[in-house]
C-alpha cells in the first residue's frame, strides 16, 4: 500500500519560538527545541519526524516563513 | 504667433500647468483660489494630455496624493489657500524629506484661523521657515502680475525637480483674483512612463523591473545618526539654491537714498509709492523680492550701503522685515508698515509712512 | 522494510518561501499576523507573476517597514494617508496593480476620511486593513476596533464606551459604497483560515486590475505582545473574542 511521507527544514536562526507551527500541525510533529539560536529563541524542530505528511500546514502559518517541506511517495 | 489672453490669476495658474505638461492635479475648493480646480475641471485635460485632475476629500489628502505622485516621478501639482495650506504643512515636510519634486500654490488670505477671503501676506514664514516640522524648506517664487503666475509654474517645476524639492507659488487674493493680459506658452508633451522611468527609475515609483533593486519612498529613518547625514544633505541644497537661484527686481534704485522692499501685490502698489515720494522730491527706489527663499540677503546688504534707510512694506504685522534686517545687519534703519487680516494699503498710505518712520525720524 | 526517509531535493518540495519576501528578518514580534499576511501578499503577487507591476502603500504603524520584507516598489505614506498616496500612484499608472496595508490606527481612526473616500471614488486599488484591536507600533494604546472591557496602555482598566467610545465595524460600513466590488474579514491565525485569506488576497487583487472598483480585504488580527499574551493564546483569544464581533466572511462581492 502506497505511503505519502513528509519532512520539515526549519530556518532556526530564523525562528523565534512562537509555536504558533507546533499549535498548527494536525500530527503533533513539532515542538520547541531544548537550545536556542543566537537570538535566544528555542526554535520548532521535528518531535515526531516520522508522523509527518508534509501536509505544510506549519509552513504556510508561520509568520516568519521558516519552514520549506518535502514530501515523498513510498510503495 | 504668441497667443494672447485675458485671464484670472487663478484661471492661469489652470492653463500653465496643463501646457508645461503637469501629469496631475489634486486639489480641494477654498476661496480665493477655486477657480484652479474649476478652470482645469472645465477644460478637461485628461481628454487631451492625459493630465489627471481630481478633487479630493481635504486639503490633507490632496497633499498625500501630491505625494504619491511625486513619488512615481511625476510633475503634481496643487493649489490652496492659507487654511487648506496649513493642512498641508505635514505633507510638505514629508515631500521635502523624501526629496520629491511638487508644486504648491498658495493664494494667500487673511488669518489668523478663517480669518477673510481678501488678500494677505501674512503666510510669509510659513512659507519661508519651513512651515511644519523639522529642517526644511519651501522654494519660495512670490509672482506680482498674472503672467508671473504662468511663467512661475514651469519655473517651479524646474525648480522643483533640479532640486527634488516642493516648490511654492506664494500668490494672494488679487493675484488670484484680477485679470490681466497674459502670454500663455505653447504645449509642452508629457514625459512617457518610458521617459520617466529612464530619467528617475533609480528612484522613482515605476513597478520593480529585474533591473534594479525595489525603490522605496519614504523619509524614516530609525537611526539618528543617518538622518542627521540627510539632514547635512538638505542643508548642502538649501545652500547651492541661495547660491544659484535668487531672483529679485529693482525700480528706480540707482540714485535711490531710500528703499522700499516688498513683494507681490505689495510690491505693485509700492511702485506708486515710489513715485509719489518721488514727486515729494525723495529719491526712492524698489526692491521685489521674486524668490523669497532663496531670500536676496546680499542685493538687500549693497543697496543698505547706498541707501540712508529702508521701509519694508507687506501685508502682515511684520515677517519678511525680520529678513531684510538679518539682510543689513543695522547698518541703516529699517521700519515696517503693514495692514492686516486682507486689509490693503492705498500707495500713498505707504509713501507717507516711509516719510514718517524713516525720511523724518528723529 | 525500508527505512522510509523523504530526501530533501527539488523534485520532494512542497512548500517554500517566495523569492518576492526578502530574506530580512522581520521586526514584528514572535507570532505576530502580519508576518503571516505579508507573505501571503507576497506569495499572491509572486504567483500572478506582478512583481514588476505592483506598487505598494505602507502605512505608519508596526508595518511601516513592510518595505524592507516584501520585494517590490514601495511609498511609505504618513499616518492614515495611504489610500491618499495610492489614489495618485493608481490614477497616474492604471495599468500597475496599486494596495495599501494599513493598521486599524492607520486607517479607521486618523486615516478614517481618506478610507471611506478611496472606496467611495471606487479607486482601482486593494485595501488591506490588520486589525489588531490595538497600536502596536507605539505600545498598545487602544485602537478605534479595541473591544469593550478591553485592556490596553490608555484604557488600563478597560475600555469603557462612556469614556472611549465604541469599536467600530469600518468594513460593513464601507460595503455600502457604490465604488467598493468587494469587502471581506479574513484572519490568519488558524492554516485552514490561511488558505482562505489568500484566495481572498487574489480576488482582490484581481478585481483591482480588472477595474471592478476598491477590495477591501480585513484581516481580523493579533498582536499579542499588545494583548500580553503567547502566540497561541492570542489566536485562541482572537477566535473568542474578536471573530465575534469582527465576524469573517465575505461581506460584499
Redesign the interface.
Known amino acids: 500500500m502506497a505511503?505519502i511521507?513528509?519532512?520539515v527544514?526549519i530556518d532556526t536562526e530564523?525562528c523565534?519560538?512562537?509555536?504558533?507551527c507546533?499549535?498548527?500541525c494536525p500530527c503533533s510533529v513539532l515542538g520547541l527545541a531544548g537550545e536556542v539560536n543566537s537570538k535566544g529563541?528555542h526554535f520548532a524542530t521535528m518531535v515526531n519526524p516520522d508522523d509527518?505528511t508534509?501536509c505544510?500546514?506549519?509552513?504556510?502559518?508561520?509568520?516568519?516563513?521558516c519552514?520549506?517541506?518535502?514530501?515523498?511517495k513510498?510503495d | 504667433m504668441e497667443e494672447v489672453r485675458l485671464m484670472k490669476g487663478n484661471e492661469v495658474i489652470a492653463e500653465a500647468a496643463i501646457r508645461c505638461g503637469a501629469?496631475?492635479y489634486?486639489g480641494y475648493p477654498i476661496t480665493p483660489q477655486s477657480e484652479v480646480m474649476e478652470t482645469l475641471m472645465e477644460r478637461q485635460p485628461w481628454l487631451s494630455t492625459g493630465m489627471?485632475v481630481?478633487q479630493?476629500?481635504?486639503e490633507?489628502?490632496?497633499i498625500?496624493?501630491?505625494?504619491?505622485?511625486a513619488?512615481?516621478g511625476?510633475k503634481?501639482i496643487t493649489s490652496s489657500s492659507s487654511p487648506g495650506v496649513s493642512l498641508m504643512s505635514?505633507?510638505m515636510s514629508?515631500i521635502a524629506g523624501a526629496e520629491l519634486p511638487c508644486v504648491i500654490v498658495n493664494v494667500s488670505r487673511g488669518g489668523p484661523g478663517l480669518g477673510t477671503i481678501q488678500p494677505s501676506q501674512a503666510d510669509y514664514f510659513q512659507a519661508c521657515k519651513g512651515g511644519a516640522h523639522g529642517d526644511f524648506k519651501l522654494i519660495v517664487l512670490a509672482p506680482a502680475s498674472v503672467q508671473e503666475m504662468h511663467d512661475f509654474v514651469f519655473d517651479a517645476f524646474e525648480l522643483a525637480f533640479k532640486y527634488h524639492n516642493p516648490v511654492m507659488i506664494l500668490s494672494d487674493g488679487v493675484i488670484g483674483q484680477m485679470m490681466e493680459k497674459v502670454i500663455l506658452a505653447d504645449q509642452h508633451p508629457r514625459l512617457t512612463?518610458e521617459e520617466i522611468a529612464e530619467r528617475y527609475g533609480s528612484w522613482a515609483?515605476?513597478?520593480?523591473?529585474?533591473s534594479r533593486s525595489?525603490?522605496?519612498?519614504?523619509?524614516?529613518d530609525l537611526d539618528p545618526y543617518e538622518q542627521e547625514k540627510f539632514n547635512q544633505k538638505l542643508v548642502a541644497k538649501y545652500k547651492e539654491v541661495e547660491a544659484n537661484e535668487v531672483r529679485y527686481e529693482e525700480y528706480l534704485t540707482e540714485d535711490a537714498d531710500y528703499l522700499i522692499v516688498a513683494f507681490g501685490s505689495s510690491a505693485r502698489i509700492c511702485k506708486k509709492s515710489v513715485e509719489l515720494a518721488r514727486e515729494q522730491g525723495h529719491k526712492v527706489g524698489l526692491l521685489r523680492p521674486i524668490t523669497l527663499f532663496p531670500f536676496p540677503t546680499q542685493r538687500i546688504a549693497e543697496l543698505a550701503g547706498q541707501v540712508k534707510g529702508i521701509l519694508v512694506a507687506e501685508l502682515n504685522a511684520g515677517q519678511m522685515v525680520e529678513d531684510v534686517r538679518l539682510s543689513v545687519e543695522g547698518k541703516v534703519p529699517v521700519a515696517h508698515y503693514g495692514r492686516m487680516g486682507g486689509a490693503v494699503y492705498s500707495p500713498d498710505e505707504v509713501t507717507d509712512a516711509l516719510i514718517e518712520k524713516i525720511i523724518n525720524r528723529k | 522494510m525500508?527505512e522510509?526517509?523523504?530526501?530533501?531535493?527539488k523534485e520532494?518540495?512542497?512548500?517554500?518561501?517566495?523569492p518576492l519576501?526578502t530574506d530580512n528578518?522581520?521586526h514584528?514580534?514572535?507570532?505576530?499576523?502580519?508576518?503571516?499576511i505579508h507573505?501571503l501578499i507576497a506569495e499572491v503577487i509572486d504567483e500572478m507573476g506582478m512583481?514588476?507591476?505592483?506598487?505598494g502603500?505602507s502605512p505608519v504603524g508596526c508595518s511601516?517597514f513592510a518595505?524592507n520584507y516584501i520585494?517590490?516598489?514601495?511609498?511609505?505614506?504618513?499616518h492614515g494617508?495611504a489610500?491618499?498616496?495610492?489614489?495618485?500612484?493608481k490614477?497616474?499608472?492604471p495599468n500597475?496593480m496599486v494596495f495599501t496595508y494599513q493598521g486599524d490606527g492607520d486607517l479607521s481612526a486618523i486615516g478614517t476620511?481618506?478610507s471611506?473616500?478611496v472606496c467611495n471614488?471606487g479607486e482601482n486599488i486593494v485595501v488591506f486593513y490588520i486589525n489588531n484591536a490595538i497600536y502596536g507600533m507605539t505600545g498598545g494604546q487602544m485602537a478605534p476596533t479595541t473591544l469593550i472591557g478591553m485592556k490596553t496602555a490608555t484604557t488600563p482598566y478597560g475600555r469603557d464606551p462612556k469614556l472611549h467610545g465604541y469599536p467600530y465595524r469600518i468594513a460593513t460600513m464601507i460595503a455600502q459604497l457604490e465604488g467598493v466590488c468587494y469587502v471581506t474579514r479574513q484572519s490568519?491565525h488558524?492554516?485552514a483560515a490561511?488558505?482562505k485569506a489568500?484566495r481572498a488576497i487574489r480576488k482582490a487583487f484581481e478585481n483591482s486590475m480588472a477595474g471592478k472598483g476598491t477590495s477591501f480585504v480585513e484581516f481580523v488580527a493579533t498582536c499579542n505582545s499588545g494583548w500580553k499574551q503567547?502566540?497561541?493564546e492570542a489566536?485562541k483569544w482572537l477566535e473568542e473574542n474578536m471573530l465575534p464581533f469582527y465576524p469573517v466572511g465575505d461581506i460584499k462581492g
Open positions: 505511503k511521507k513528509g519532512t527544514v530564523r523565534k519560538g512562537c509555536e504558533v507546533v499549535a498548527s529563541y509527518c508534509g505544510a500546514s506549519c509552513a504556510i502559518i508561520c509568520p516568519d516563513t519552514i520549506t517541506v518535502y514530501r515523498q513510498f | 501629469d496631475a489634486f489627471v481630481v479630493a476629500e481635504s490633507v489628502a490632496a498625500n496624493m501630491i505625494y504619491g505622485g513619488g512615481c511625476k503634481v505635514e505633507g514629508y512612463d515609483l515605476t513597478g520593480k523591473p529585474a525595489r525603490n522605496v519612498i519614504t523619509s524614516l | 525500508a522510509m526517509k523523504v530526501e530533501i531535493k520532494n518540495l512542497v512548500y517554500q518561501k517566495t519576501l528578518t522581520m514584528y514580534c514572535p507570532g505576530c499576523s502580519h508576518g503571516t507573505k512583481q514588476e507591476q505592483t506598487i502603500v511601516v518595505y520585494d517590490i516598489d514601495w511609498a511609505e505614506a504618513a494617508r489610500a491618499a498616496v495610492a489614489t495618485a500612484i490614477r497616474l499608472y500597475k476620511g481618506e471611506i473616500h471614488r490568519v488558524t492554516p490561511v488558505r489568500k503567547t502566540p497561541v489566536n
